[in-house]
């Protein structure tokens, strides 16, 4: 089989190997489709916590081509499934006490092992996830992002009728408005690009904010506007989904007193935390990493909206290609959403 293998910084070889061998409790999946994101962009530029050579690729969907002999979970050969990349311990105290994606020996193949940039995978059964029938196997490889954004919602507690603000429109922004819209919160986008917060509207925003680098935001004209959507309190739930300290920042400046605060967006960058606004307005700020196993969840808010989910994957690349794919996430020339690259079992030259 072929496999793409990032050697060193922002190298790709391409590789002949030996298939997979079976193992008990696993499948052996056929790659159709794999999603890039900004993880896999930080590991092909050598910007990451891992080892290369790595086989990337963590956001995947594809067939069952054969199953270890006896318990098969329910799956059958010619299944179409999408894969929990996470790999978990099983035995530190986060995993026991239910919150696995915190695991203290976390993982995640693609990340911290290889992943599905190859023509076929070993998956353990646990991991597989049925596409339902009405999706379209591409579009069930944002399974994994969409259920980065849900568990982000879910952290912060939304109720119905409340407000939040999202902070970065990208695919997890967008798609966490999405969730929170029909979870019935009224919903603002703010973002520095004004074509992500024209996407912002037709995943549920009730109104978008642009944000202008170097420019106090919000100016006053934005600050009105907040404050007629919020009845002059400020948003009660804050999603920081673009990892810039001065987003954290307004953040915690914007967010209504005993409001919650989500942080998604991963930067190893310092941000400049008020250390008067946290007690005084009784702020609960929370992480969220990955997901408790919500990629069933995932697939179903992208096969509730199709429209909006082919509208997030902006562009198309062959395997062949996956080169050329991370070049144009590097140099930001283009309007970009989600990369799919269209594996050779995809029927993508």
Known sequence: ???????????????????????????????????????????????????????????????????????????????????????????????????????????????????????????????????????????????????????????????TGETALVLGSGPIGLLATLYLTELGVKVICADTEQHRLDLAIDFGAADTLLVTPGIEFPDAHQTQRLNALTDGYGPQLVMEATGVPSSLENAIRLVASAGRIVQVGISPRQANVSMKDIPYKELDIMGSRMSLNLIPDGLALLSRHPEQARALMTHRFAFSDLQQAFQLMQGRTEKIGKILIGMPAAGVA
Not at 6 to 24: C, D, G, K, L
Not at 48 to 55: A, D, G, Q, W
Not at 57 to 68: K, M, N, P, T, Y
Not at 79 to 93: K, L, T
């Open 1 to 159: 089989m072929l496999s793409a293998i990032t050697v060193t910084r922002e190298t790709i070889e391409f590789r002949e190997s030996a298939e997979p061998s079976m193992e008990p409790g696993h499948a052996l999946v056929r790659v159709h489709n794999v999603t890039l994101c900004g993880t896999d962009l930080h590991i092909w530029e050598d910007d990451y916590p891992t080892e290369l050579p790595l086989i990337q690729g963590h956001e995947f969907s594809g067939v069952v081509e054969a199953l270890a002999p006896g318990n098969s979970e329910g799956f059958a050969v010619g299944d179409r499934v999408a894969v929990n990349p996470i790999i978990s311990c099983g035995q530190c105290r986060p995993c026991l006490s239910g919150r696995y994606n915190v695991c203290r020996n976390v993982g995640c193949l693609g990340c911290y092992s290889d992943g599905a940039l190859t023509e076929l995978i070993s998956v353990p059964l646990g991991k597989l996830h049925p596409v339902p029938d009405e999706l379209p196997l591409d579009i069930a490889a944002m399974g994994e992002p969409a259920s980065i954004a849900m568990q982000a919602v879910n952290r912060g507690r939304p109720e």
